[in-house]
């Protein structure tokens, strides 16, 4: 009985050990924050405490994680990537105009490896071939751009 108050951290740690190594088995997260709180006994426990303490710190520190932790990990894990689908990829990426382009005549541009009618965005904008556009908006098989500004310096 000796060895094992002189040795409580290292029991605590043996107990986090296998509660880590069973969560890999269960991936529900429960498991892993119970080793976290046999974690915080093994601190306890290599600090001098008394065994109620060591009991108290890890039942607390397990429950707080549980309450605190643990929901917002399952919320995180459980969404996904935001999917864009469709033309909607396409907003907000550049090409590049092969047919000039007015308010009035919608002209053509390469985008994403793709030929694509186009139209300025603004009406009131000529936009030449040549020039780096970004999309705005896409309506029907229509691309509405805007050029980009050249950084010449």
Do not use: C
Not at 101 to 123: C, F, H, I, K, N
């Amino acid at each position: 009985m000796d060895w094992l108050s002189e040795h409580a951290w290292a029991v605590w740690l043996g107990i986090a050990a296998f509660l880590g190594i069973a969560e890999l088995m269960s991936l529900d997260l429960v498991l892993i924050m119970l080793a976290v709180g046999a974690g915080a006994g093994a601190v306890s426990a290599a600090l001098g405490a008394g065994v109620a303490v060591q009991i108290i710190v890890a039942a607390a520190t397990a429950i707080a994680m549980l309450a605190l932790v643990r929901p917002s990990l399952v919320a995180r894990l459980h969404q996904g990537p935001d999917l864009v689908l469709g033309t909607n990829k396409l907003v907000g990426q550049r090409g590049t105009v092969t047919q000039r382009m007015t308010g009035l005549v919608v002209g053509q541009m390469r985008l994403a490896g793709e030929t694509w009618s186009a139209a300025p965005y603004d009406e009131n904008v000529v936009i030449e071939v040549g020039e780096t556009v970004e999309v705005f908006e896409i309506r029907g098989a229509t691309a509405y751009v805007h050029p980009i500004p050249s950084l010449d310096i």
